[in-house]
């Protein structure tokens, strides 16, 4: 029989959820709430979904204090926001560096338009949160008229900082590996807080 995955309830929303489904929690040695992105860091797990109102019902009951038995530090929302915020953008940050040094990049919305127009095999396209409307709408039509997948994420600086770069309002990342966990990461950024990673071609946006 196939092996049933582990469940844990949502100390926000109380609903019980897959492991995997949810973003788990440990203590440092200081007693200091800590996002562990990756499940992998060692101690007693606490869960909550990966979505910002959940982590916000847990740190004003108190939930974290009573899963750990004691008393904690750094549970309050904003806290508990802030790190998981930064947590992935370093995650995003690092596969696009990785990326970069692979000679897998395209930067500039200039250079990034004329590939998707070229037909060159483009996996994903990110776009800055401070790109202009009109650069940003236009890079978005192309992308979604090719089926490639595009997020707003960052600033301009932040973004040029990661390719050793000037001012970069788009990159994007050839097909091949750096893709799908890029993406992943990216649909969790946006899941998670309102105004962070826009997937453009969601139909909710």
Request: charged share 30%; with cysteine; glycine share 12%.
């Amino acid at each position: 029989m196939p092996r049933t995955e582990p469940q844990r309830t949502c100390l926000g929303c109380r609903e019980e959820k897959g492991k995997n489904e949810l973003l788990r929690y440990v203590l440092d040695p200081e007693g200091t709430v800590v996002p562990d992105l990756l499940a992998k860091l060692p101690g007693r797990g606490a869960y909550t979904c990966f979505c910002r109102d959940c982590v916000e019902k847990a740190a004003s009951r108190k939930q974290f204090a009573r899963a750990f038995k004691g008393e904690v530090k750094g549970a309050t929302s904003q806290e508990l926001q802030s790190k998981i915020v930064c947590r992935l953008e370093e995650r995003i940050a690092s596969y696009l560096a990785l990326a970069n040094k692979a000679g897998k990049i395209v930067s500039g919305s200039d250079m990034v338009m004329e590939a998707i127009r070229k037909g060159k095999r483009i996996g994903l396209v990110i776009m800055a949160g401070d790109v202009s409307a009109e650069i940003g709408d236009k890079v978005a039509n192309m992308a979604a008229r090719d089926g490639i997948p595009c997020f707003r994420i960052l600033d301009k600086d932040r973004i040029g900082g990661l390719l050793g770069k000037g001012l970069r309002s788009v990159v994007a990342i050839e097909v091949g590996g750096f893709v799908p966990p890029l993406v992943k990461e990216l649909q969790r950024f946006g899941n998670f807080l309102d105004g962070g990673a826009v997937d453009e071609q969601d139909p909710r946006v």
